[in-house]
């Protein structure tokens, strides 16, 4: 679905949802499928919460998925989502009952049997059109795997690519993506795991660099200076922009880059969010909430999603949000709020490439 179609969508979701409270389900579904994770990576903003053995039962994710109407875009996360036993079952709820069309999932590579069965399991029904697994690489192998506290895990991440990239031969709907938390420490060596991942993994379409954010293990951490950051950007879209140039969603992702920048530099909501219009967020222990930044505003065990989803506390934040009384970089929210509003699309095109126009002058300086 290209952006104008995007658009157009959404404003009939819109006019809808005015008659029809079905309608009211966000676009976009972030969903904690687990909280369970064999490692214990720094920069998690979610290990407060992990290996509580309090997730939702496949029942309770059943319950989810038939109160909910249809959405097209689901992101599955963890706790490492491949754990989860029922993880293709659950998989198959959504794209049953809810017409889930796109499914992204952020994995840090480690269980290559599992991942495999899950993916032939799920890929066998022809209604979805699209299945991202995201491996998880903070740099090169030995900082890794220290980062990651798993000798093992640059290894394990590489061997499910290769498997991968067998599956995505037989289906190419399934496709691959690398993500890595951009941190001040670790610039050097995003650097040269860009170009290793391109060389090494030819079924690889491209490598997102995600700014580090929440309440991490190691408070330490800190994000990378922007003028480094811009420069690294730079060199990993020159990498792979013979690949970009096929990918879903590829066009998008110069305005995404711009938007991140312009956040941090303003230190505000530079596009103008819609957390909790176009975007909702389940937790693994039945926590809901409008986007990841804020606070839960109720639990699935004690009340129905649309009792939470209509609830003073949900049009409350809603309303903080729309007053822009706060930001972030988290790709998910800014990507909603860039595609599905006409004025933010026009604005990012415009301002993504007026950036990159000033790269090429500075080039030829």
């Not at 399991?121 to 299945?131: G, H, R, V």
């Not at 129905?304 to 506390?313: Q, R, V, Y």
């Amino acid at each position: 679905m290209n952006i104008v179609s995007r658009v157009t969508r959404h404003t009939k979701l819109s006019v809808k949802a005015v008659k029809h409270r079905i309608m009211q389900t966000p676009p976009f579904m972030i969903i904690f499928i687990n909280s369970i994770c064999n490692l214990t990576c720094e920069h998690c903003f979610y290990w407060k919460e992990l290996n509580k053995r309090n997730d939702l039962t496949f029942e309770e994710f059943e319950r989810l998925s038939l109160e909910l109407g249809d959405f097209e875009n689901l992101n599955l996360s963890g706790g490492e989502p491949f754990i989860r036993k029922e993880f293709a079952e659950i998989c198959e709820l959504f794209i049953k009952n809810n017409n889930v069309k796109n499914i992204y999932v952020p994995t840090n590579g480690y269980f290559t049997d599992r991942t495999e069965t899950a993916l032939r399991k799920i890929l066998e029904d022809k209604t979805l059109k699209l299945f991202v697994c995201e491996i998880s690489l903070d740099g090169m192998p030995d900082y890794h795997n220290k980062f990651r506290g798993n000798a093992q895990s640059f290894k394990k991440a590489m061997e499910t690519y290769q498997m991968l990239a067998r599956l995505q031969a037989e289906d190419p709907r399934l496709r691959i993506h690398a993500n890595t938390v951009a941190m001040s420490e670790n610039m050097d060596e995003i650097w040269k795991l860009t170009e290793y991942l391109y060389d090494n993994c030819p079924a690889m379409e491209h490598h997102n660099l995600a700014i580090i954010r929440g309440d991490r293990k190691n408070p330490s951490l800190q994000g990378p200076h922007l003028a480094i950051y811009k420069e690294l950007y730079r060199h990993v879209a020159e990498v792979w922009s013979d690949r970009e140039k096929r990918r879903f969603g590829a066009s998008v992702e110069p305005m995404l880059q711009w938007a991140k920048v312009k956040t941090i530099e303003s230190e505000s909501q530079f596009i103008p969010c819609k957390a909790g219009i176009l975007t909702g967020v389940v937790y693994a222990n039945g926590d809901v909430s409008v986007c990841e930044q804020h606070r839960p505003i109720g639990n699935l065990r004690d009340k129905s999603f649309f009792e939470i989803w209509d609830s003073e506390k949900a049009e409350g934040l809603r309303q903080q949000i729309a007053a822009k009384e706060c930001y972030c970089t988290n790709e998910i929210f800014l990507w909603s709020s860039i595609v599905f509003q006409p004025v933010q699309l026009t604005r990012a095109i415009v301002g993504a490439r007026k950036e990159r126009a000033a790269v090429v002058t500075s080039d030829h300086l």
